[in-house]
T-cell receptor
Framework: DAKTTQPNSMESNEEEPVHLPCNHS???????IHWYRQLPSQGPEYVIH???SNVNNRMASLAIAEDRKSSTLILHRATLRDAAVYYCILRDDGAGNMLTFGGGTRLMVKP | EAGVVQSPRYKIIEKKQPVAFWCNPI?????LYWYLQNLGQGPELLIRYENEEAVDDSQLPKDRFSAERLKGVDSTLKIQPAELGDSAVYLC??????????????FGPGTRLTVL
């Protein structure tokens, strides 16, 4: 599996935008970029995924670099409830639904 | 609609004792996953079922761990005997079958196991 690199932790202020970076310099052409997050004492939950184009949904936006070697998850207005560990995961198109989690970024949101 | 249900939520046992975890996936989800999550790390896949068939159990320590999904719905993960290093959170997830399109995994809240 291609590897991703994320900062161990980040801090944000409530109601401000948050940009969570992910580097994946060895990404292959068939790798999708997925983001999951894990709130305290809960299992991970799906946030967003994309291949080449930027993606938006009700939770977040995903900005993918033109060379696809990095991506950024954008939370437009952080709330206290967004404090979680965010996982950036590469999934090969041929791997079905299989995901391989790394260490993720722990996001702390300050009131 | 109910999400993935796991029980118990917490379990404390002494080493060498057996322990079992139960998972009820989302209705209609063919695929069921068991993950192990150590403190401060991401989940690691232990076993994946497509209906009642274990299609990927390469990471399951088969000397002490076993799993079953007899009717292709509920699943049980067992450890016998438990060791101190088994203390972790055991997560269950389910999804529709992954054939051609991506179907997101839905996770349960996990069972936190403490082995003394």
């Amino acid at each position: 599996d291609a590897k991703t690199t994320q900062p161990n932790s980040m801090e944000s202020n409530e109601e401000e935008p948050v940009h969570l970076p992910c580097n994946h310099s060895t990404i292959s052409g068939t790798d999708y970029i997925h983001w999951y997050r894990q709130l305290p004492s809960q299992g991970p939950e799906y946030v967003i995924h994309g291949l080449t184009s930027n993606v938006n949904n009700r939770m977040a936006s995903l900005a993918i670099a033109e060379d696809r070697k990095s991506s950024t998850l954008i939370l437009h207005r952080a709330t206290l409830r967004d404090a979680a560990v965010y996982y950036c995961i590469l999934r090969d198109d041929g791997a079905g639904n299989m995901l391989t989690f790394g260490g993720g970024t722990r996001l702390m949101v300050k009131p | 609609e109910a999400g993935v249900v796991q029980s118990p939520r917490y379990k404390i046992i002494e080493k060498k004792q057996p322990v079992a975890f139960w998972c009820n996936p989302i209705s209609g989800h063919n695929t069921l996953y068991w993950y192990l999550q150590n403190l401060g790390q991401g989940p690691e896949l232990l076993i994946r079922y497509e209906n009642e068939e274990a299609v990927d159990d390469s990471q399951l320590p088969k000397d002490r761990f076993s799993a079953e999904r007899l009717k292709g719905v509920d699943s049980t993960l067992k450890i016998q005997p438990a060791e101190l290093g088994d203390s972790a959170v055991y997560l269950c997830a389910s999804s529709l079958a992954g054939t051609g399109v991506y179907n997101e995994q839905f996770f349960g809240p996990g069972t936190r196991l403490t082995v003394l």
